[in-house]
């Protein structure tokens, strides 16, 4: 990271342009994601990003109130935005339940 803050710069050393970012951004979507998952709602802004992260933690089957410290956020909050980003799981979740009953 540069004295300014910046990490990135333009060949030129200037301060790369918001429309290059999304250019490149758009490109590594549709090189890194599957075909019907570079929709625009997946990951379609930069601040998307941290979303996924969250939900991956929760779908890995992170603790809520781990994945909540590590968001910055309350339990409260974080299952009241994240509880619909739940992936399934339902099988694994009754797996769980009958390991935990055994």
């Given amino acids: ?3 300014d803050g910046w990490l990135f710069r333009s060949d030129r050393g200037d301060v790369v342009a918001s429309s290059t970012y999304s250019q490149v951004r758009e490109e590594a979507r549709r090189l ?3 075909p019907d998952r570079v929709a625009p709602t997946l990951a379609g802004r930069p601040y998307d990003l ?3 992260g969250v939900s ?3 779908n890995a089957g992170l603790p809520a109130p781990e994945v909540a410290q590590r968001a910055g956020h309350s339990v409260d909050v974080l299952l009241k935005v994240y509880a619909k980003r739940l ?3 339902r099988s ?3 797996e ?3 390991v935990a009953l055994s």
């Fill in 1 to 3: 990271m540069a004295a």
């Fill in 32 to 34: 890194s994601l599957p």
């Fill in 50 to 52: 941290r979303h996924a």
């Fill in 56 to 58: 991956l933690w929760l």
């Fill in 87 to 89: 992936d399934g799981g």
């Fill in 92 to 94: 694994r979740m009754n």
């Fill in 96 to 98: 769980r339940i009958e």
